[in-house]
């Protein structure tokens, strides 16, 4: 049984979806040890405390320094004996130090098809304003081991969705996140804990 940290900053649909997967057994081998948030509001922390998980706010304002709100991220981590990171929505740059210590054990989930619509200034609504400003008829998205680059890391799953005429940014943010986002990050937790995809490389 793998134990896996949530990382969160919003309304953790995604983390729903891993919960709920968890629960129906479409996940093995897997158990969300803790969900973190750096947003003291965010919902997802609701989603988690009404499943059961346990559930910590770090937010870097009530540190220092950034150097004292990583060490705490990570100690966190440590503490909980984490062997999976998952940044489901995890809206706060990962420490280096942290990519160094969990390597090969961190992944991400980026709303479009990687390399498209990706790297630095590409999150949330902003990756489908550009999708729909190029005029793409095909997005998606893609799940991704975490390396010290921005969305640079190795591709574990992509799925391909739609975009149709008339789409906003926010029509197509929802379809994005029902067909793809939703399948196959549940999906790439599964393959790791089974041992399908290896961790650590
Ligand atoms: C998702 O679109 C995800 O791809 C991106 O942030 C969003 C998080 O949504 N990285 P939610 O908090 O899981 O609802």
Redesign the pocket.
Known sequence: MIKVAVL????????QAIIDRVKDKTITNAEISVVISNNPGAF?LKRAEDAGIKNICISPKDFDSRDLFNKALIAVLDKEKVDLVVL??FLVIIPSEMVKKYKGRII????SLIPSFCGTGY??LKVHEAALDRGVKVTG?TVHFVDEGTDTGPIILQKAVEVKEGDTPEVL?RRV?EEA?WKILPEAINLIANGKVKLGC
């Open positions: 969160v900053s919003g309304g953790g649909t995604n983390l997802a489901a929505g991400n989930i980026h709303p999150y949330g998205a943010q996140m986002e």
